[in-house]
């Protein structure tokens, strides 16, 4: 059964950092691009970032590109979030999430997102002063 775990989410306040980490089990990682994204209360869930399943291709939203990186250890069969700089629009629960597309080198977490099938339930992120 594929699973995700994430966790490193808390309460940070503004320009702290966090790193978050996807934890897969049922499945290896490189057999699937995997993304993350957020969502704040009231507002509708947003791709964060990617990683292929090759590990080359990344993609970064706008709104976190230079602020957040990417990266995985195969052996842990985990992904991390490293979130730099944070601010209070960063505040929401992230999720990742695993699409078992072809592409080795591609990734998008552009809407539509439905080709992500397996989603993990979230860490909660709050940044306040």
């Known amino acids: 059964q594929l699973q995700f775990v994430e966790s490193g989410g808390g309460s940070v306040q503004p320009g702290d950092s966090l790193r978050l980490s996807c934890a897969a089990s049922?499945?290896?990682?490189?057999?699937?691009?995997i993304g993350w994204f957020r969502q704040a209360p009231g507002k509708e869930r947003e791709g964060v970032a990617c990683?292929?399943?090759?590990?080359?291709?990344?993609m970064y939203t706008a709104a976190v590109k230079g602020r957040f990186t990417l990266s995985r250890d195969i052996a842990k069969n985990t992904v991390y979030l490293q979130m730099n700089s944070l601010n209070p629009d960063d505040t929401a629960v992230y999720s990742c999430?695993?699409?078992?597309?072809?592409?080795?080198?591609?990734?998008?977490?552009?809407?539509?997102?439905?080709?992500?099938?397996?989603w993990g339930q979230g860490t909660q992120v709050t940044v306040s002063s």
């Open positions: 049922g499945f290896t990682l490189d057999l699937y691009t």
């Open positions: 990683i292929s399943r090759s590990g080359k291709g990344t």
């Open positions: 999430a695993a699409d078992p597309n072809l592409y080795p080198d591609f990734c998008s977490v552009a809407p539509p997102v439905d080709h992500y099938i397996y």
